[in-house]
T-cell receptor, first 115, second 114 residues
Framework: AQTVTQSQPEMSVQEAETVTLSCTYD???????LFWYKQPPSRQMILVIR??????QNATENRFSVNFQKAAKSFSLKISDSQLGDAAMYFC????????????FGTGTLLAVQP | DAMVIQNPRYQVTQFGKPVTLSCSQT?????MYWYQQKSSQAPKLLFH???????NEADTPDNFQSRRPNTSFCFLDIRSPGLGDAAMYLC?????????????FGSGTQLSVL
């Protein structure tokens, strides 16, 4: 069975600084997608970034980027120039390739941004 | 404008008293999902509808049921809530079931069981 592990329950970063959130996963599949979701206090889960496993190039979305290490099954999220609005719970998630829909989430990392 | 709407935001029920949570969408998406998110735990998929086809996860308790009367609405029914069912319930939608489809989430309903 696939599992997703986020070993950092809480993280803190100063405004304008950079922070990296860790995620590891376990799977025997070769075709899959990985995601980072943000859940702010409003509770609505918002997609931050996604990575297709077959792509070697790390995904980037503005201030958000990932470090995808397929062999190590590691998928970390880097947030550059942190802003107060980045404060939220961040979930790493896995989705198997093919005609499937199930997202498997990690337990989340609560990010605080200090002014 | 909200695209996936969950009502109510907070729901309190009594132990054993049936409760229904609702989700509506304005996206005309084919797929609707229900996730359970307990405190400090990962969100967990309970089931999903692809159009009118219901797909239950193997480990979802029988106590949880769902209805989708039309494309826009989906309901989560908990027949006899226990204390362990207190959680955030998240509804999500996607156009299709394909792995690269983006999911759109509602803001959740926080269920308390007294």
């Amino acid at each position: 069975a696939q599992t997703v592990t986020q070993s950092q329950p809480e993280m803190s970063v100063q405004e304008a600084e950079t922070v990296t959130l860790s995620c590891t996963y376990d799977t025997s599949e070769s075709d899959y997608y990985l995601f980072w979701y943000k859940q702010p206090p409003s509770r609505q889960m918002i997609l931050v970034i996604r990575q297709e496993a077959y792509k070697q190039q790390n995904a980037t979305e503005n201030r958000f980027s990932v470090n995808f290490q397929k062999a190590a099954k590691s998928f970390s999220l880097k947030i550059s120039d942190s802003q107060l609005g980045d404060a939220a719970m961040y979930f790493c998630a896995y989705r198997r390739g093919g005609a499937t829909n199930k997202l498997i989430f990690g337990t989340g990392t609560l990010l605080a941004v200090q002014p | 404008d909200a695209m996936v709407i969950q009502n109510p935001r907070y729901q309190v029920t009594q132990f054993g008293k049936p409760v229904t949570l609702s989700c509506s969408q304005t996206l005309n998406h084919n797929v609707m999902y229900w996730y359970q998110q307990k405190s400090s735990q990962a969100p967990k998929l309970l089931f999903h509808y692809y159009d009118k086809d219901f797909n239950n996860e193997a480990d979802t308790p029988d106590n949880f049921q769902s209805r989708r009367p039309n494309t826009s609405f989906c309901f989560l029914d908990i027949r006899s809530p226990g204390l362990g069912d207190a959680a955030m319930y998240l509804c999500a939608t996607s156009r299709q079931v394909r792995v690269n489809e983006k999911l759109f989430f509602g803001s959740g309903t926080q269920l308390s069981v007294l």
